[in-house]
């Protein structure tokens, strides 16, 4: 009987045979997950924001600051629409005689603020939180302090300078005007259906409560120094009355669009500054690659069952 090419040893082969069992499940988990975002994203038809229908859509267009608040990357202090930034210390290990370099996380922060996104038939707020964001634009750069010293940075360090510092910042920025895909959840808000007169006549009295001089100085027509039951039901009728007039103003003026990530919804909310079609061609890629790295751990481990059984 043929001697096997290589033995293991009971726990070495245990040991190989978990480590191939779950490289195969790990790789067949981002083949059905990647099997997934690629059908999704070929099958679902791109709206147009004039036309589109609420829930979950495919939209394209060009990304742009928000009008009242402009976004800054902390570290470059470059005007983006979305910014990860990325503090890190180079550290020096020494291990048996011999010294390898790392470099250490100190701080790194991703965007959260919202910013617009343009089709060409009207504009909607994308809030990034909890989005798979791509984007192709990356600052590298080298200094001795913790925090960068120099900012609009716009192009690598030389070589020199990045041997001798002791700190790398990057951030990796999506800019104004830049083409963007969005796969996500839209909600059409109006300002008149997010506040009820009931929720404005609330917040009027509850105002008013802060300010006791000015409310009794309106209501105390007895000059008693307290608010009664009927006072107070007079202060009531005003703040509706008011409630009203602020509710109608509301009324005129525009829906505004969102799109975000619902908690509940398990579909993938998806930023990129690739097109669909590059889009594609990346999942169906990926897909394709975990399919054949799980098939063949799943042979490695029948193999390996089949020589030690």
């Known amino acids: 009987m ?7 040893s009971p726990e070495e082969y245990g040991f190989v045979l978990f480590i191939l069992s779950l490289a195969a499940l790990i790789s067949f988990y981002y083949f059905v997950r990647d ?3 690629w059908h999704l994203i070929k099958d679902t038809p791109t709206a147009r924001l004039r036309s589109a229908h609420q829930g ?5 267009g060009k990304g742009k600051s928000p009008p009242d608040q402009p976004i800054y990357a902390p570290l470059s202090n470059h005007q983006c629409i979305w910014y990860h930034s990325l503090v890190e210390r180079k550290e020096t290990i020494l291990e048996q005689k011999h010294t390898r370099t790392e470099w ?9 603020q919202s910013f617009m996104l343009d089709d060409g038939t009207g504009t909607c707020l994308i809030n990034p939180e909890g989005a798979e964001i791509t984007s ?3 600052l590298i750069w080298h200094g001795n302090t913790e925090w960068p010293t120099r900012t609009q940075v ?4 030389s070589a020199i300078v990045a041997l001798t510092s002791r700190y790398r910042y990057s951030e990796r920025l999506i800019l104004p005007g830049q083409r963007l895909y969005i796969l996500g959840h839209l909600q059409t808000r109006s300002p008149a259906t997010e506040q009820s007169v009931q929720n404005i006549t609330r917040d009027l009295l509850s105002d008013w409560k802060q300010d006791r001089e000015q409310l009794l100085e309106r209501f105390d027509s007895n000059r008693d120094g307290e608010i009664d039951q009927a006072e107070w039901e007079i202060a009531r009728e005003a703040a509706q009355s008011q409630a009203r007039t602020l509710h109608q103003q509301l009324l005129h003026e525009l829906e505004i669009h969102h ?3 619902l908690e509940d919804d398990r579909r993938p909310f998806i930023i990129s500054v690739h097109p669909q079609t590059e889009l594609i061609r990346k999942y ?7 399919l054949t790295v799980s098939l063949g751990m799943m042979g490695c481990a029948a193999w390996l069952l089949r020589v030690h059984g």
């Open 2 to 8: 043929r001697e096997p090419p290589f033995v293991f």
């Open 35 to 37: 099997w997934k975002r």
């Open 56 to 60: 979950y859509i495919e939209l394209e």
């Open 104 to 112: 250490k996380i100190l701080y790194q922060h991703t965007s959260d």
């Open 136 to 138: 192709n634009e990356k």
């Open 154 to 157: 716009l192009d690598s360090a």
């Open 259 to 261: 799109i975000s990530r």
């Open 284 to 290: 169906r890629r990926h897909a394709l690659f975990m």
